[in-house]
Structure formats: C-alpha cells, structure tokens
T-cell receptor, first 113, second 115 residues
Framework: SQQGEEDPQALSIQEGENATMNCSYK?????LQWYRQNSGRGLVHLIL?????REKHSGRLRVTLDTSKKSSSLLITASRAADTASYFC?????????????FGKGTMLLVSP | EAQVTQNPRYLITVTGKKLTVTCSQN?????MSWYRQDPGLGLRQIYY???????DKGDVPEGYKVSRKEKRNFPLILESPSPNQTSLYFC??????????????FGPGTRLTVT
C-alpha cells in the first residue's frame, strides 16, 4: 500500500518562482525522505528529515515535517528550468518487523524559462 | 565511484521465458531493494533485503524471486514473465533503514517489455 501521497500531481511554474510540494502519510514513521527523478532515470536523494525534526534546509530546498498532521512539504526556492523533474516523498516505517521505504506517486514539476 | 549497477538496461522478452536482472553495489551497503515503476502508480517495492540471506516481500512480490547470497549482489528473477510485468525496474541500496536511516542510492533502471 502507498504510504506517502504527494500533492499536487503536477505543478507548472516560471523560472524564479517558488515551488511547493506536499506529502501526506498514514502511519508512524522513522523519517521521511525526498527524491528527485529526471524522466525515466534513477531517483536521486535530496534530503532526509527525521521524525524528531521539524525543518531542514539544503541549498534552495526547505523541507518541513509535521508528525501530528502526518505531512511534509518540500519547497524549492528561486526555481530553475533544470529543476524540471518528478519529486517523490518516501516514508521509512516499520512493517513486519523490518523498516522499509515506501514511495508516493510523485509530483511532476515543470519550470518554464 | 560509488554506484549501483543494473543489467540489462533494456530487455524485450516473451511470456514465460525466465529472466534475471542483476543488481550490484560497490558501497558495502547492507540494505538492498527492488522497485517497479508504472505510470500513475509511482514506485512500488517488490522485495527488499536487510542483509545477506535476509530477504522479505514488499508490496508487489507476486511473480518475482530474489536472492542475497553476497552483500554486493541482489538479482531479481522472473521465473515465468507475463505482460503485466512490463515495467521500469529499479534496484536501490542503502547503509540501512530504521531509527538510524540513510539515503538510498538507485541504479539507472531496467526497462522490461514482456510480449
């Protein structure tokens, strides 16, 4: 079953604007991770936020986590055309005694020059 | 260079012909995993392995087998492929998951078509 669900499914913005993507999940988690995928290629890790953290920054990326609402957001500031990609949240949670990483369906971001 | 490699990258095969997709990592990672990606469904986990000889089913294990005889390799086996296994497959590895969790490194993907 899908643990994380991203919103919106697709987002189209102009270069220089900020892009915000949201992720909701259902059960308790160890941490939440965000990944990026350029069309048809392997996913690349962007940022990991632990369940006891509320906010984390990495360059132009800002991630928040609200465990009470079971939600996270990824903000990309001053977007560039090169940011065009699909973005996935993934939740690390225990299942059947082991921790596994479960991905959402992704948000497709298009940044136009 | 730290990487996850998959072979083949592209494969077209026929229903029922057994195939293996290899996955290898050179980072001494304990955790390895296989995912399939289908349009509109995102990534779904097929199988994962916490360490050598320790494997478990993910969300969509039917029709697949795996083995983890050595730390670096985690092959995905389709004993009798069917057209509904046409998909883009990704192998990933990580130092581990859980309370102390690490990022996953993904392979480049294997595009499989079963006719």
């Amino acid at each position: 079953s899908q643990q994380g669900e991203e919103d919106p499914q697709a987002l189209s913005i102009q270069e220089g604007e900020n892009a915000t993507m949201n992720c909701s999940y259902k059960t308790s988690i160890n941490n939440l991770q965000w990944y990026r995928q350029n069309s048809g290629r392997g996913l690349v890790h962007l940022i990991l936020i632990r369940s006891n953290e509320r906010e984390k920054h990495s360059g132009r990326l800002r991630v928040t986590l609200d465990t009470s609402k079971k939600s996270s957001s990824l903000l990309i500031t001053a977007s560039r055309a090169a940011d065009t990609a699909s973005y996935f949240c993934a939740t690390d949670a225990k299942k059947s005694g082991y921790s596994t990483l479960t991905f959402g369906k992704g948000t497709m971001l298009l940044v136009s020059p | 260079e730290a990487q996850v490699t998959q072979n083949p990258r592209y494969l077209i095969t026929v229903t029922g012909k057994k195939l293996t997709v290899t996955c290898s990592q050179n980072m001494n990672h304990e955790y390895m995993s296989w995912y399939r990606q289908d349009p509109g469904l995102g990534l779904r986990q097929i199988y994962y392995s916490m360490n050598v000889e320790v494997t478990d089913k993910g969300d969509v294990p039917e029709g697949y087998k795996v083995s983890r005889k050595e730390k670096r390799n985690f092959p995905l086996i389709l004993e009798s492929p069917s057209p509904n296994q046409t998909s883009l497959y990704f192998c990933a590895s990580s130092l581990g998951l859980g309370e102390i969790s690490y990022e996953q490194y993904f392979g480049p993907g294997t595009r499989l078509t079963v006719t």
